[in-house]
């Protein structure tokens, strides 16, 4: 069965660091292109970070450029999203999607930014 699953989540004070990580089972994500998404309560989902399976290109939303970083471990099967600078505005469900043909999500995994 394929599946995405995310990890990493937590809680974690402003201005700490988290690492975030989308697994597949089933495939290989290396011929995917990985995006991460997240939704907050009352707000509508929005792209936080994507990387493409042809050229290694990366997109990064305005609000987290800079303080986070996306990247393949294809040894792992895994798509990291490094987050550092934490605040309180990143507080989310994150969820990531891998996209060839079709379209695989994963449950998501609660990031918490509060003192």
């Known amino acids: 069965q394929v599946q995405l699953v995310e990890s990493g989540g937590g809680l974690v004070q402003p201005g700490g660091s988290l690492r975030l990580s989308c697994a597949a089972s089933?495939?290989?994500?290396?011929?995917?292109?990985i995006g991460w998404f997240r939704q907050a309560p009352g707000k509508e989902r929005e792209g936080v970070s994507c990387i493409s399976s042809s050229d290694g290109s990366t997109y990064y939303a305005d609000s987290v450029k800079g303080r986070f970083t996306i990247s393949r471990d294809n040894t792992k099967n895994t798509v990291d999203l490094q987050m550092n600078s934490l605040k309180p505005d990143d507080t989310a469900v994150y969820f990531c999607?891998?996209?060839?043909?079709?379209?695989?999500w994963g449950q998501g995994t609660q990031v918490t930014v509060s003192s």
């Open positions: 999607m891998a996209r060839l043909a079709g379209e695989y």
């Open positions: 089933g495939f290989t994500l290396d011929y995917y292109h």
